[in-house]
């Protein structure tokens, strides 16, 4: 959706560094959701959030954090204590109702 | 809990041929239904959903989707399949409760021979 923009596309960080991905939306929605994907693998939630000032863990929250300080942006961190964070991470965007998500062109983390 | 089933890692069609993509979920209400498409490297597009009403959905690019609730089922079609189809698909059941928290299948890559 070209009203999600989330960035770096590409980003490679050495073993035990924090990294943050940006989310970025300019749909006015309130709902912004995190989800990872591995190779051959589906997507699992790891934080979302409804509102501003707000969020909850999802299914694969540990070594992860988030903030939502703004209506627009929702950025993930990821910290040195997710044990295999390399993965492909893509952002979410809850529709006009909020129950149909949209997601953005994802990003490639790679750690070494 | 939720969980979704696409028994079907990886399809092989020829182009111009019919396409049927599987999906099985566990819900005990009525789901949310979703179908998703993934290009190589790329995020994910909506091809339809499914919430009520009507159990035949139309969605993009010529795909549809049919519920079926005493089988569990919302098997993706297209009658006519495009060398631009081959993507990965992605199959995801969700319960909106003020945030819709989808959870999605391993998903099946089709591949079109020419």
């Known amino acids: 959706d070209g009203g999600i923009t989330q960035s770096p596309k590409y980003l490679f960080r050495k073993e035990g560094q924090n990294v943050t991905l940006s989310c970025e939306q300019n749909?006015?929605?309130?709902?912004m959701y995190w989800y990872r994907q591995d190779p051959g693998q589906g997507l699992r939630l790891i934080y979302y959030?409804?509102?501003?000032?707000?969020?909850q863990k999802g299914d694969i929250a540990e070594g992860y954090s988030v903030s939502r300080e703004k209506k627009e942006s929702f950025p993930l961190t990821v910290t040195s204590a997710q044990k295999n964070p390399t993965a492909f991470y893509l952002c979410?965007?809850?529709?006009?109702?909020?129950?149909?998500?949209?997601f953005g062109e994802g990003s490639w983390l790679t750690v070494v | 809990a939720q969980s979704v089933t696409q028994p079907d890692i990886h399809i092989t069609v020829s182009e111009g041929a019919s396409l049927e993509l599987r999906c099985n979920y566990s819900?005990?209400?009525?789901?949310?239904l979703f179908w998703y498409v993934q290009s190589p490297g790329q995020g994910l597009q909506l091809l339809l959903k499914y919430f009520s009403g009507d159990t035949l959905v139309q969605g993009i690019k010529g795909f549809e989707a049919e519920f079926k609730r005493s089988q569990s089922s919302f098997n993706l079609r297209k009658p006519s399949v495009h060398w631009s189809d081959a993507a990965e698909y992605f199959c995801?059941?969700?319960?909106?409760?003020?945030?819709?928290?989808?959870?999605f299948g391993q998903g099946t890559r089709l591949t079109i021979n020419p």
């Open positions: 819900y005990g209400a009525t789901p949310y």
């Open positions: 979410g965007v809850g529709g006009v109702s909020g129950n149909t998500i949209y």
């Open positions: 749909l006015n929605h309130d709902a």
């Open positions: 995801a059941v969700g319960e909106f409760q003020g945030a819709q928290k989808l959870v």
């Open positions: 959030s409804q509102i501003v000032n707000d969020f």
